[in-house]
């Protein structure tokens, strides 16, 4: 009587890699716009924080040295506290006007700047940057 060894298998076959591909093509597609959306807001909230910080920074700055808002204050006041380090992740400029600060990219900062777009989060916060 003849034995038959089973164990003598090398490798995976081809449609066993095929499955895992495919497996792994569906999975990306469903995890990609997930994250990307998750990345944005991120970005958003990063620098909705950073500006809301520079707001009422600056506002103590200028109560403090007794002042009145102008570009070169603004300007000299970003470049105190910030330095070379990116303010907004997507590169938008930063003004200040009318007791408010603006992004170019992603706009005024206003009371109410939660995303109300189905947030997971529990409470929503940012954590201080």
Do not use: W
């Not at 990345?39 to 909230?45: D, N, P």
């Not at 408010?100 to 900062?109: D, R």
Request: proline share 2%; glycine share 6%; with cysteine.
């Amino acid at each position: 009587m003849k034995r038959v060894n089973l164990n003598n298998k090398k490798g995976f076959t081809l449609l066993e890699v095929l499955i895992v591909i495919l497996i792994l093509g569906i999975l990306s597609t469903v995890v990609y716009p997930s994250f990307s959306n998750v990345v944005a807001r991120s970005q958003k909230r990063v620098c909705i924080t950073n500006c809301s910080r520079i707001e009422r920074g600056y506002s103590v700055y200028l109560d403090s040295n007794n002042k009145e808002h102008n570009l070169i204050f603004f300007e000299q006041y970003l470049q105190e506290v910030f330095g070379n380090r990116k303010i907004c992740p997507n590169d938008g400029e930063i003004s200040y006007g009318n007791g408010k600060v603006y992004c170019t990219f992603h706009g005024m900062l206003d009371d109410n700047t939660e995303d109300n777009e189905n947030d997971d989060e529990d409470n929503g916060d940012v954590p201080f940057l």
